[in-house]
């Protein structure tokens, strides 16, 4: 009878405790620096998504205070108080950096539209060749590979470290054009229009670049898991239907085949990053 009651109390007792399993491995990111998202920011939903369908188990959790670019490479490359962290490629953030190399935004970043003042619009309506547009002032943070690409290729580039700065610095005619991602631009366009800010008619500026997931070199796991879970939505569709979701608007709206395209050479692409694979990225011409 005793044996049978301490049998009893012991499922009970079981059956009261909740159940046990391991602690998800914490995956801190960095927090943006740029315009509040209206939904959960695009990189943010995608890594979350991978991750879910990788063969670990991740729980998102964005850094303290905002850092600057900079700072949050140095911050991953140490290992310190982010674990991933989403960027432009380029050979020094390879080498630093272990890359993910399928591309977030299936190459946009290097689509470039022009940030301009309103009153610059009939100049740059009559801009017909790039060498126009490298007698300009160009605008880029002081920490993007951009800014090396451009001057690469022969522009006149100022830089900032300030996200917020830099629109005052083109509303006050410090730069002529800001470049942006056909998918920044509009929000951003909309946020400063009281500044006299548009979009640039008929222009775009075009470079191969990758935006890609970066961990430390030793985090070779998380790695694996987060290349894992995107092969997975590129194989099942929800990788497209995210990009749309996110993105398809902004790309219709940008009309890139209907725009004059300055076509431009990155130096800064790693020779790893895969071009051939047509899947991967964005091609206006196609639907």
């Known amino acids: 009878m005793k044996l049978l009651r301490r049998s009893v109390l012991g499922g009970l007792l079981a059956m009261s405790l909740p159940s046990v399993r391991a602690a998800a491995t914490v995956v801190r990111f960095p927090r943006s620096d740029g315009p509040e998202p209206k939904a959960e920011h695009y990189p943010v939903r995608l890594l979350r998504m991978a991750l879910a369908r990788s063969s670990g188990d991740y729980a998102l959790q964005a850094a303290g205070p905002l850092m600057r670019q900079s700072r949050a490479l140095l911050e991953l490359q140490h290992a310190r108080t982010i674990d991933v962290m989403w960027t432009m490629t380029s050979q020094q ?5 272990l890359p993910i190399r399928i591309p977030l935004d299936r190459g946009l970043i290097g689509w470039r539209l022009l940030l301009i003042r309103a009153h610059d619009l009939p100049r740059f309506k009559t801009l017909r060749r790039v060498a126009d547009l490298r007698a300009l002032e160009a605008l880029q943070g002081h920490d993007w590979p951009d800014t090396d690409i451009l001057r690469a290729n022969g522009f006149r580039v100022q830089t900032a470290s300030a996200y917020n700065g830099m629109f005052q610095m083109l509303a006050s005619g410090r730069v002529d054009y800001f470049p942006r991602a ?5 929000d951003e366009a909309a946020q400063h229009a009281r500044n006299g800010l548009v979009v640039a008619p008929g222009l775009a500026l ?18 694996a898991d987060i290349e894992s879970g995107m092969k997975r939505m590129l194989a099942d569709g929800s990788y497209d239907q995210l990009f749309e979701a996110y993105y398809g608007k902004l790309v219709s709206r940008a009309a890139l085949p209907g725009r004059r395209v300055f076509n431009l050479e990155n130096p800064l692409l790693p020779s790893a990053t895969p ?13």
């Open 275 to 287: 071009l051939a694979r047509h899947e991967l990225w964005y091609h206006p011409n196609e639907k």
């Open 182 to 186: 056909t998918f920044e631009i509009w």
């Open 206 to 223: 075009h470079y191969p670049s990758a935006f890609y997931y970066f961990v430390n070199k030793a985090n070779v796991a998380l790695a």
């Open 93 to 97: 953030r390879e080498k630093d950096l």
